[in-house]
């Protein structure tokens, strides 16, 4: 775990950090602390090297991740639909227009609504 990780981990929760020989010997109270709502990052040789976490703070933290690559899918299925010849065009005449043919194609939009 480098260092910026270590840090953006600290500051979404509360951490606790344990030797690894010590979360061997006393792995029930590592996993209560984990479970009380926090990380436990586990060290070897003073090295973070592992992280301890409750389902729920997982799924808290790998939420935004699963929402990114719904709106990365979106995103790609627009880039791939604005590259069919249609819409290349669409695009190179929006290019192409004078302001007064923009304003025109902006009230009309307007009063569509």
């Keep these: 775990m480098t260092e910026d990780a270590l840090r953006r981990l600290r ?11 010590d979360a061997k ?5 590592v996993l209560e602390s984990a479970l009380r709502g926090g990380a436990v990052v586990i060290t070897k040789h003073e ?10 703070e997982l799924e808290r933290l790998t939420q935004p991740r699963a929402q990114l690559d719904a709106l990365a899918g979106k995103l790609d299925a627009m880039v791939a ?33």
């Excluded at 500051?11 to 020989?21: E, G, I, M, N, R």
């Excluded at 010997?25 to 109270?29: K, S």
């Design 11 to 21: 500051s979404q929760l509360t951490v606790t950090t344990v030797a690894a020989s």
């Design 25 to 29: 010997n006393q792995f029930g109270q």
């Design 81 to 113: 639909a604005m590259q069919k010849p249609g819409a290349r065009a669409a695009v190179d005449k929006l290019f192409a227009a004078t302001p007064k043919q923009l304003g025109a194609a902006a009230v009309r939009a307007a009063r569509k609504r």
């Design 47 to 56: 090295t973070p090297k592992a992280v301890l976490l409750s389902i729920e």
